[in-house]
């Protein structure tokens, strides 16, 4: 080529492989992996012990309580083996003289038995052997556990200090929802999550409550064997931890679970094709679970007792009256559960409402009772006083046998009669104590309200709210039961929880599988009945019942304000406060209004307010005096705060705070929050009152939502009225099972005479069994089966139903009594900042009326 | 969960198993591999060559381009054929190629392997009667092959998550530099038979294990 002479020349070597001068190369520099944080394989675990570290106040407090935990197991074990076979009761009792040399006195050495003789009792006891094996299995069971948390919980307290720059000592007085805001802004550096460039709060509470919402939604749908109709109990609930776990071991993470990992479902149940082959498959698993039950049922039952009697003794014998205190009870905390509701916040939502539940139960004391513990208690009484009385005067009265144990004995019988004596000044106004209730659980079947006072709505009630003695022999109980359950009644239902588990699960990107009523689509899910008429596509099968879905959106928006929901959602929600709003606002400028012109959809929020308004103004003492740190460059809030009523005041205030702490951010006034603006923060002196902000919002959240829990039921009430829908507290249970369990109405004839006016969403209400049996094997060709059978159980109930409904649907209603005289519970509850304690006495009823300025 | 995974599925003839298989695991190699680094004082690096080279199917009407490693053929070649011994003349199976990084843990734990991203193929043969469908089949895979190669260009150009940037001490913890003239990411082949993608015994084991452990 050389010898043309032209300008063009073949370019030299510039295309060899060979590297020429190195200091022509380009030079990269490496960015390394700073952190160890990006890319966490299994982000749910991840997430669930970012969340449980921070549940249990950092590193420090969890590890101790975990030694703790160990070494009461050994204690435990050890002590009871002990009381049984080293311990001569004879010297204890005095029915054997012990010769002492020096003194005359027994002392408790004396009353053990020596070594050898000790170890010849044990050994000889197989009982005793087959106990401590036990106990020593489980105990390395939980060591081996122990050591591995700890490890792992290491890494995690790493993560808090390195990557989200959290001291252990400040992460107890942080909420959630800020070490929320921080992993979301670290995502964006560290890539924790490689599907997405950045997390939203909805995955973070997906990964951690993937299963739990599955079971909240299975309850939803009654789908789970938990409710049962006994000979002589009647309608019951049983739900206790041991079958908790055996559903969650067969459903998600036992051997052979529908679920391959954490956060896959099995390719196979997401397909139609097969569906009977492996509801046979599940059915047989779960007779294998439940055999394995049976056999394993002695040692769980002798564990059981000696946990119960370990762990209550000494507070029964502290305050008897423990064991008549009440609790929310397993299916209570599943059934009143919000979608993507995290357990901090279902425990601070139910333990506000405590005090009104347990008074409202308290308001059932039957007369009966009530006479009879009085004189009983009188009787105790004297005798006691005689015997005290004596025993002041004389001590050796105490010295006479059984007189010792007779004054505990009649101790315990007088505490156990007053708790049956209702308090002298309780005033009996059930509606309004389920009001409050309302406010603070936000789920209520429907025909409830105008039926407080009914001792059937308390039955139901206490199904919810049970005593803790009850819990107590439940779970005692449990071992036994819990075989019967999943033999007899789970596996009938196999195929309905295949149905179920592919036809709501979706497949989230960056998530995994979750349970699509967890999506919180109001379009998917929603119920024509619970305000999304006209937005909702849902057949009947996926419509989550009880406005579940609506409620969650509502509550998950409101405690996490940062996060943006799709667009129809958006319009919903927005659509949603500007109603409450709008209506909080015209209500308070009107006075109380006594009287309640029902149709009209204005006076609903004036209905909230004339009941228990306490909602707003428990806080309002705290609103006014925050406002001043709080919101002092925000005159335009404060004027608003104190021209509005305490209801509107505390949702603007909620806005105005919010935006003042916008603002906040940018200007450099540092407070935290639950904002993305959490990263300005300097930890300093600042720090406190940063938390304090979030607190507060967390508070004016938790009110908010009371608020509008209130009127989406209201709402619901006002629609539904006349209306016709279904009702789910006593949907039967689908399978053709329920044939030999008698129908609620046909069980129940004194009920039925007395018209006792069912809700009008008794499932009676489908106009006619063809239409209703069309409807819904047409909106899902998918679930026939378990479809067919729930239609043809809506049909069974529309005979005795229908005719009462006519009263179902004029529910006499009594006009709601204004309640005020807040201001001095405002101003107890301003102490309190913790969301999670019980709260004050909000739930009070004054019968007079005391106007808030 | 936290990988990204990719399935192609392919329907072919029990003797072309072999080459589709080489063509797609290649093509994502290909675009998964560097040349080697070569680190420098003061924490920079030079990135070395790769070359290319086509290769031309015996079977299938189809070229691919490949990295011209011997050494990087040899082995997945082998790796291919243990599959294409295991797979019955007209079975299904899946051969999938996962890509992961290490990460060092601290004593009692060896470090974990964590991927972050998985193709699986999805094989499934057929038998064909005459040499007519034969040579349809031929030209037939190969389009199909070409669609997947395109397939697999369009995904790997998406702006998405790589293992950042390794500094000396770690490279190893995201390459496999055991090769001299190529530099892939930490890649993993693994195969299953038979259509039933259930889990194993072991890992079943293994995941109750870990399980009872966790919580």
Redesign the interface.
């Known amino acids: 080529m050389a010898h043309f002479e032209t300008e063009y020349q073949r370019l030299e070597a510039s295309y060899s492989?060979s590297?020429p001068g190195?200091e022509n190369?380009?030079?990269?520099?490496?960015?390394?992996?700073k952190s160890?944080w990006?890319?966490?394989?299994?982000?749910?675990?991840f997430f669930q012990r970012v969340y449980n570290l921070h549940q249990k106040n950092g590193f420090t407090c969890m590890l101790l309580g975990e030694i703790f935990e160990l070494v009461q197991l050994l204690f435990v074990v050890g002590f009871t083996v002990f009381l049984a076979n080293c311990v001569d009761y004879d010297v204890l009792f005095a029915n054997k003289f012990v010769n002492h040399t020096d003194s005359s006195k027994v002392t408790l050495p004396d009353a053990i038995l020596p070594m050898d003789v000790c170890n010849a009792h044990i050994r000889d006891n197989a009982f005793v052997i087959f106990v401590l094996i036990i106990s020593g299995v489980f105990w390395l069971?939980r060591l081996?556990?122990f050591l591995?948390n700890v490890?792992c919980y290491w890494e995690i307290r790493s993560f808090y200090i390195n990557a989200l720059k959290m001291s252990m000592s400040e992460l107890p007085y942080a909420t959630w929802q800020e070490v929320q805001a921080r992993i979301i802004e670290i995502q964006k550096e560290h890539?924790?999550?490689?599907?997405k460039k950045e997390l939203t709060e909805l995955d973070i509470y997906h990964r951690i409550l993937r299963f739990k919402n599955y079971m909240v939604a299975m309850v939803n749908k009654s789908l789970l064997p938990v409710r049962f109709r006994l000979p002589v109990l009647g309608d019951s609930v049983f739900y206790t931890r041991g079958l908790k776990y055996n559903f969650e071991l067969i459903f998600f993470?036992g051997?052979?679970s529908l679920f391959?990992?954490?956060?896959?479902l099995?390719?196979?149940y997401k397909r139609g094709g097969n569906r009977l082959e492996l509801a046979d498959r599940l059915a047989s698993r779960i007779l294998w679970i439940g055999i394995a039950n049976l056999l394993l049922c002695p040692v769980i039952l002798v564990w059981q007792i000696l946990y119960a009697f370990f762990s209550y003794t000494e507070i029964i014998k502290r305050e008897p009256g423990s064991l008549g205190a009440r609790c929310w009870s397993l299916y209570g905390r599943c059934y009143l559960r919000h979608f993507n509701e995290l357990d901090h916040e279902l425990m601070s939502r139910l333990s506000k409402g405590y005090k009104a539940a347990s008074k409202y139960m308290n308001c059932f004391l039957s007369p009966l009772l009530t006479v009879v513990a009085k004189n009983v208690a009188f009787f105790a009484g004297s005798l006691l006083a005689v015997l005290i009385a004596l025993t002041i005067y004389d001590e050796d009265v105490l010295a006479v046998e059984h007189v010792l144990s007779s004054v505990t004995l009649l101790g315990v019988c007088i505490t156990v009669c007053r708790s049956f004596i209702p308090d002298k000044h309780m005033v009996f106004c059930p509606e309004q104590l389920l009001r409050v209730i309302l406010a603070h659980i936000h789920y209520m079947p429907d025909h409830w309200q105008g039926n407080a006072h009914r001792y059937e709505t308390r039955d139901q009630f206490s199904q919810l709210f049970q005593y803790k003695a009850v819990f107590i022999l439940e779970e005692l109980l449990s071992p036994v039961v819990t075989p019967i359950i999943l033999i007899f009644c789970l596996r009938r239902k196999s195929l309905e929880i295949i149905d179920f588990f592919r036809n709501f699960t979706v497949e989230v990107i960056g998530?995994?599988d979750t349970c699509s009523f967890a999506q919180m689509d109001i379009r998917q899910h929603g119920h024509p009945a619970w305000m999304s008429e006209g937005k909702t596509e849902a057949s009947i099968y996926q419509q989550a019942e009880d406005g579940k879905t609506e409620l969650s959106l509502m509550h998950f928006a409101i405690t996490n304000p940062h996060w943006q929901p799709p667009r129809e959602t958006t319009h919903f929600i927005s659509q949603l406060k500007e109603r409450v709003n709008r209506e909080a606002a015209g209500a308070s400028s009107e006075t109380h209004p006594l009287s309640l012109s029902e149709s009209e959809p204005r006076s609903l929020v004036a209905n909230i307010l004339a009941g228990p308004s306490t909602l707003g103004s428990v806080h309002f003492a705290c609103d006014s005096s925050l406002a001043n740190n709080a919101v002092t460059g925000m005159p335009g809030g404060a004027t608003a705060l104190r021209s509005l009523s305490p209801i509107s005041s505390s949702l603007h205030l909620r806005g105005s705070l919010s935006a003042a702490h916008r603002v906040s951010g940018f200007t450099g006034r540092a407070m935290t929050g639950s904002g993305t603006d959490a990263r300005t923060v300097s930890s300093g002196s600042s720090a406190w009152e940063g938390q304090l902000t979030s607190l507060v919002l967390s508070e004016y959240a938790s009110t908010e939502m009371s608020i509008h829990a209130l009127y989406i039921h209201e709402l619901h009430k006002q629609q539904s009225r006349g209306d016709l829908s279904r009702h789910t507290w006593h949907r039967q249970e689908s399978d053709e099972s329920s044939d030999s369990i008698p129908d609620e109405v046909r069980s129940e004839p004194n009920t039925r005479s007395r018209n006792f006016p069912r809700s009008q969403t008794f499932p009676a209400t489908l106009p006619s069994p063809g239409a209703s049996s069309a409807s819904a094997t047409g909106g899902t060709n998918m679930g026939q089966d378990g479809e067919k059978a729930q239609s043809s159980s809506q049909r069974r109930h529309s005979g005795p139903a229908a005719d009462h409904f006519g009263t179902a649907g004029k529910v006499v209603r009594t006009a709601h009594v204004p309640m005020g005289g807040w201001a001095e519970d405002g101003k107890e509850s301003s102490r309190h900042h913790e969301p999670v304690q019980e709260e004050t006495s909000e739930d009070e009823l004054p019968p007079h009326i005391h106007k808030v300025t | 969960m936290n990988c990204r995974s990719e399935v192609l599925e392919v329907t072919v003839e029990a003797r072309q198993v072999e080459e589709a298989m080489l063509a797609l695991l290649h093509t994502i190699l290909l675009h998964r591999s560097t040349g080697k680094f070569h680190y420098k004082k003061e924490g920079t690096y030079s990135i070395g060559t790769v070359g290319t080279q086509d290769i031309d199917c015996d079977f299938i009407d189809f070229t691919f381009v490949r990295v011209s490693s011997e050494e990087l053929d040899r082995v997945i070649r082998k790796a291919v054929s243990e599959f294409k011994d295991a797979l019955s003349s007209d079975g299904m199976g899946q051969i999938s190629l996962e890509f992961y990084q290490k990460k060092k843990s601290r004593w009692p734990f060896s470090d974990e392997c964590i991927p972050w991203e998985v193709w699986s193929i999805k094989v499934s043969v057929v038998n064909l009667a005459n040499e007519q469908e034969r040579q349809i089949c031929r030209e037939k895979v190969g389009e199909k092959l070409g669609e997947k190669v395109i397939n697999v260009v369009e995904v790997i150009n998406r702006h998405e998550y790589l293992p950042k940037m390794p500094t000396q001490s770690e490279v190893d913890n995201v390459f496999d530099t055991s090769l001299k003239d190529v530099q892939p990411y930490l890649y993993k082949i693994t195969y299953q038979i038979t259509d039933s993608l259930g889990t194993s015994v072991s890992t079943t084991m293994r995941r109750l294990i870990k399980d009872t452990l966790a919580l």
């Open positions: 492989d590297p190195e190369l380009l030079m990269h520099v490496p960015e390394g992996s160890q990006h890319h966490i394989e299994n982000l749910d675990l069971h081996v556990k591995y490890c890539q924790i999550c490689i599907h993470w051997p052979g391959e990992n954490e956060w896959s099995k390719q196979e998530v995994g």
